[in-house]
């Protein structure tokens, strides 16, 4: 398969400017050597590594596109309401319009502010189509999203291994979330290693182990019944430290918003890890179950003030036609969303895209 001009630059990068090798002539062989081999510090290790994802991952628009099948059935009638539009049924039209967004889970407060924006640009005269008005509306969300979530990349720092925290309640698909994480890491030569920090679910461990053989992937798990999440996740840090490793991936137990016990064990972690990698962990990454719609953003505000979450991973879109909760818990948490969970597949959390987003949902 030819590889891009693209990764053949980034892989250039990241050689060491130490290193005596040069770049081969056609048909000389060459030794197989490691792929990322660079210093995070000085190469940019993980800023390209997070772009190449991203780049990647546009590639794949048509999985984001079918995994809002649901939310975009929702909206179509949107389509219907302005193919015949009039500035007579302008009321009409624009109340219909605001069903449609609320049902599809955009909230009340986003809704009115898209709604009103658009009747004062149809009453000015700057509106002046059926389509004028799509546009303007996809527009809107796109703004709201591009204004707070603006690094939708994830921010690994500069110095390995990078450290990245799963939080999350329970079944919203946290253990599954990181396992999928792993493996767009590990297509790109990254070495990850997992920590089976779920140290509460009994099956939680064998899911991991599962997920690290699957994406071949090393793990560190609790070694004994009564194992405390923290000593398994600074016990991975420091194998990470100490043997090279790009990535340190680290599951954690799924726990209620409201259980103020299990949230202040979130704090611990966090502590455990940051005394072994200065600056750990580098991105906390809270999962949120798509099909709650709004019902995510009290869990997302609690695990924020406990833990300061960095980023989000929503699951489970492709089942929901409650879309519209992406750009609310944008806006309404300034908190970004990095990826997002379309399909059952490996290759299904994708990087979040705004503008693929928004095409998605307002075919």
């Known amino acids: 398969m030819a590889t891009s001009s693209a990764h053949l630059s980034f892989l250039a990068a990241c050689l060491s400017p130490f290193s005596s090798e040069r770049i081969p002539q056609r048909g000389e062989f060459r030794p197989p050597v490691t792929r990322f081999r660079c210093s995070a510090g000085k190469s940019g290790f993980f800023t390209r590594l997070g772009r190449l994802i991203k780049e990647k991952a546009k590639s794949d628009v048509e999985k984001v596109f079918s995994g809002f099948s649901k939310t975009r059935e929702n909206l179509a009638v949107i389509d219907e309401l302005l193919l015949f539009w009039n500035l007579a049924e302008t009321d009409r039209v624009l109340d219909e319009l605001e069903e449609a967004l609320l049902v599809s889970d955009f909230g009340p407060k986003i809704t009115v502010i898209i709604v009103e924006k658009l009747r004062e640009d149809i009453l000015s005269g700057k509106l002046k189509s059926g389509s004028e008005i799509k546009d303007a509306l996809k527009g809107s969300v796109l703004e709201m999203l591009a204004m707070k979530n603006s690094k939708t990349e994830l921010q690994m720092g500069f110095r390995k291994p990078a450290v990245v925290m799963i939080v999350g309640v329970n079944g919203g698909g946290k253990t599954t979330s990181l396992g999928k994480l792993a493996h767009r890491f590990q297509k790109e030569g990254t070495k990850v290693l997992m920590a089976a920090g779920d140290t509460f679910r009994a ?37 990470g430290k100490e043997e090279g490793y790009d990535v340190v991936l680290c599951d954690t137990s799924g726990r209620l918003h409201t259980n103020y016990s299990l949230m202040e064990e979130l704090i611990a972690c966090k502590k455990a890890v940051g005394k072994v990698v200065s600056g750990a962990p580098n991105e906390i990454l809270l999962v949120l179950d798509g099909n709650t719609g709004l019902n995510m953003l009290p869990q997302a505000r609690e695990f924020n003030e406990v833990v300061g979450i960095t980023g989000l991973i929503l699951t ?18 300034g908190i970004p969303v990095k990826f997002i969970g379309v399909g059952e597949a490996v290759e299904d959390l994708q990087p979040f895209d705004p503008e693929a987003f928004v095409n998605a949902i307002f075919s």
């Open 203 to 239: 099956a939680a461990s064998d899911q991991l182990e599962i997920w690290a053989e699957r994406t071949g992937c090393e793990i560190v798990v609790a070694e004994g019944e009564k194992a405390k999440a923290t000593t398994v996740l600074s016990k991975a840090v420091k194998r």
């Open 316 to 333: 489970k879109l492709d089942g929901s036609a409650r879309g519209g909760c992406v750009v609310s818990v944008v806006e309404e948490l």
